[in-house]
Antibody, heavy 119, light 107 residues
């Protein structure tokens, strides 16, 4: 059974940093693109970032470029999102998802971890 | 960026109804469109990809159609567990954008 378990969310002041983790199980992690999608309170879904199976290629939405870094450790079956210089508008639930690349949808989603950026 | 406009943003329906949700893209995206269902407090779930391919395990009352710039999600014989918010997403080009969502509520 595919499982994606996010952790690392919390409250942080504007300008601060957080590192999200996503522990994956139930599939061959290194064979899959992995991504982060977020959802602000009461709002819709927003794709944030994706990383290829090898970790060699990454993609970001413009609003996080230069501030967020996606990475993965295939030996630990874990996906990461390093978030720096956080802003109030980054407040959201962050979902770890399997997939999301050109032509490939997100076929499994974690339950999400909340991030609140507030002074 | 490709904008996706869903309509309606809200609809009220009864069990047994057939409902149709439309997703319009600001430019052609071939058939690179997916539909997701999200229930309150839960994570989204993939329903349909490549515009019309049903994800494994999804009931056949869900169907998708369209290509280019106009797409539809149809739910035949609405069931109580189908009351949720539905999102389309384009997978044609970065950034991978979502529609604004359609909330299906009980009449």
């Amino acid at each position: 059974e595919v499982q994606l378990l996010e952790s690392g969310g919390g409250s942080v002041q504007p300008g601060g940093s957080l590192r999200l983790s996503c522990a994956a199980s139930g599939f061959t992690f290194r064979s899959y693109v992995m991504s982060w999608v977020r959802q602000a309170p009461g709002k819709g879904l927003e794709w944030v970032s994706s990383i290829s199976g090898s970790g060699g290629t990454t993609q970001y939405t413009d609003s996080v470029k230069g501030r967020f870094t996606v990475s993965r450790d295939n030996s630990k079956n874990t996906l990461y999102l390093q978030m720096n210089t956080l802003r109030a508008e980054d407040t959201a639930i962050y979902y770890c998802v399997r997939g999301l690349w050109l032509r490939f949808p997100a076929d499994y989603w974690g339950q999400g971890t909340p991030v609140t950026v507030s002074s | 960026d490709i904008q996706l406009t869903q309509s309606p943003s809200f609809l009220s329906a009864s069990v047994g109804d057939t409902v149709t949700i439309t997703c319009r893209a600001s430019q052609g995206i071939s058939s690179f469109l997916a539909w997701y269902q999200q229930k309150p407090g839960g994570a989204p779930k993939l329903l349909i990809y490549a515009a019309s391919t049903l994800q494994s395990g999804v009931p056949s009352r869900f169907s998708g159609s369209g290509s280019g710039t106009e797409f539809t999600l149809t739910i035949s014989s609405l069931q109580p567990e189908d009351f949720a918010t539905y999102y389309c997403q384009q997978l044609n080009s970065y950034p991978l954008t979502f529609g604004g969502g359609t909330k299906v509520d009980i009449k």
